[in-house]
């Protein structure tokens, strides 16, 4: 009997009702690709919550890039972000009205951008959670090009699960095993003393099995704690080094998440050390100016159901969208762009 079955049995055997939520979008995939959800018993559910980095990059954020590219300079970020919807257009579009947009694979290709053009100003768009994050503050330590700065989108989970808890009937949580990599598995204990079972876990198929068995465990015995699926990864305070780069040079603050608002504490903004490298800040009236055109006109997007989607309040295949006017190659919500996104992988894996 393989790994797997032999956890599933294991599930079944201690199966109980409960409502996980996981927040990675490799979770997310590893769950769809292997159908996971078709074989674990009906009463475990398990819901995604905003755990791809793309599908929460708000629409503001996309429209200020798009804004400084109009403007002449040069934008810079991963092949995703440039089919994440905003206001009116994605980054795409705007590359095809002659707006200089650049596809890259890390923030270094970006710093190469800038030194092969010292006269014109390079941005990189700078998405994802906390594991994204020290790369960027790494390299904002090493001296950057003047002619460089980072548009800074940059997220913190425990912040919104937090914030989730008010708005999603929950029971417990599968942690992002990458995350968890950096921040170590502390910041999840305030989950645990408010009562929820929480497991930090890898990626492959049996990881996730293995930690919704050790939730139904700390389930059945009515015992919530932090605990560690994968410990040839994470540690428990994380990665310290990372931890260090990050407080140097981004302050946590307010930030706006697609489909779920305004979170307290949940963002990470540019020290005022580095404002010479705060694109925010270094055109901040090209951002102005362009705030005061947005107007949200695009075609069906008043029916995407990616804010509840982000929530765990609802599934893919309940939008109207799905699959017909919103496929991967024409994504009307920021769910079905990457593949982390919700939409996307259960339009990929539909037919397992
Ligand atoms: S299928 Fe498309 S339109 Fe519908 S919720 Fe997902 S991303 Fe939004």
């Known amino acids: 009997m393989s790994m797997e079955a032999k956890l599933l049995k294991s599930i079944c055997d201690r199966s109980r009702p409960i409502r996980i939520m996981h927040i990675c979008g490799t979770h997310e995939r590893t769950i769809s690709r292997y159908g996971l959800r078709n074989v674990l018993p009906k009463e475990i559910e398990i819901l995604s919550g905003p755990g791809c980095p793309v599908c929460v990059t708000p629409v503001e954020d996309i429209d200020i890039a798009i804004a400084l590219a109009r403007s002449g300079i040069i934008i810079t970020s991963y092949g995703d972000m440039l089919r994440v919807p905003g206001s009116s257009m994605n980054l795409m579009e705007a590359r095809s009205e002659g707006c200089d947009i650049r596809t890259v694979y890390s923030i ?32 904002l330590l090493r001296k950057p090009p003047k002619n460089f700065s980072l548009l800074t989108s940059h997220r913190l989970i425990p912040p ?11 029971d417990a949580f599968i942690a992002p095993g990458h995350v968890c990599a950096i921040t170590g598995i502390q910041p999840y204990q305030q989950f645990a003393d408010l009562g929820f079972p929480i497991v930090s876990a890898g990626f492959e198929a049996n990881d996730v099995l293995l ?13 919530p704690i932090v605990e560690n699926a994968y410990p040839s990864v994470v540690r428990r305070k994380g990665n310290l080094k990372a931890q260090e780069m ?21 963002g990470l903004k540019l020290k005022n050390e580095f404002a010479d490298h705060d694109a925010v800040l270094v055109h901040e009236n090209v951002i102005r100016s362009y705030k005061k055109e947005t107007s949200y006109e695009r075609i069906n997007v008043d029916k995407c159901r990616c804010a509840d989607i982000l929530k765990g309040k609802e599934e893919p295949d309940h939008c109207p969208l799905f699959g017909t006017d919103c496929t991967p190659v024409t994504p009307i919500g920021s769910c079905m ?4 996104g919700m939409c996307y992988n259960w339009y990929q894996y539909r037919n397992v």
């Open 246 to 266: 990050m407080a140097s040079v981004f302050d946590v603050a307010d930030a706006q998440w697609r489909g779920l608002g305004t979170i307290k504490n949940s």
């Open 211 to 223: 930690s919704i068995l050790m939730l139904l465990e700390q389930s059945r015995l009515g015992r």
């Open 108 to 139: 270094d290709d970006a710093i190469t951008i800038a030194k092969e053009h010292p006269s014109r100003d390079v941005v990189f768009f700078a998405i994802g959670f906390e594991t994204t994050a020290p790369t960027n503050a790494a390299t």
């Open 337 to 340: 762009v990457s593949q982390e």
């Open 160 to 170: 919104a699960l937090l914030h989730l808890l008010d708005e999603t009937n929950i």
